[in-house]
């Protein structure tokens, strides 16, 4: 049974920093593309960032420059470092598994929340 746990969300003040986890079990964690989304209240959920298996990156435009997806496939965990945050970061952060090529599906986390106030 595949098991996305995300931790690290919290109160941040603009400007700050957070670090976000996913830790994977029930899956072969290093074949995976890897995603974290968003969603704030009242609007659909949003890429974020993914990372491949092979360890390519890719951001939302909103992101860029701040965010840094990085993955561990020896503790099977995907990160979501964010620095320089606003207020408009503030949302629930999911954790996805991408399908592997060919096949419909994937995988999410529960979601941790994100909220950027002073």
């Known amino acids: 049974q595949v098991q996305l746990v995300e931790s690290g969300g919290g109160l941040v003040q603009p400007g700050g920093s957070l670090r976000l986890s996913c830790a994977a079990s029930?899956?072969?964690?290093?074949?995976?593309?890897m995603g974290w989304y968003r969603q704030a209240p009242g609007k659909q959920r949003e890429l974020v960032a993914t990372?491949?298996?092979?360890?390519?990156?890719n951001y939302a435009d909103s992101v860029k420059g701040r965010f840094t997806i990085s993955r561990d496939n020896a503790k099977n965990t995907v990160y979501l470092q964010m620095n320089s945050l606003k207020y408009e970061d503030t949302a629930v952060y999911y954790c996805?598994?991408?399908?592997?090529?060919?096949?419909?599906?994937?995988?999410w986390g529960q979601g941790t929340q994100l909220t950027v106030s002073s």
């Open positions: 029930g899956i072969t964690f290093s074949i995976y593309t």
């Open positions: 990372i491949t298996s092979g360890g390519t990156t």
């Open positions: 996805k598994r991408d399908p592997l090529p060919g096949f419909s599906g994937g995988s």
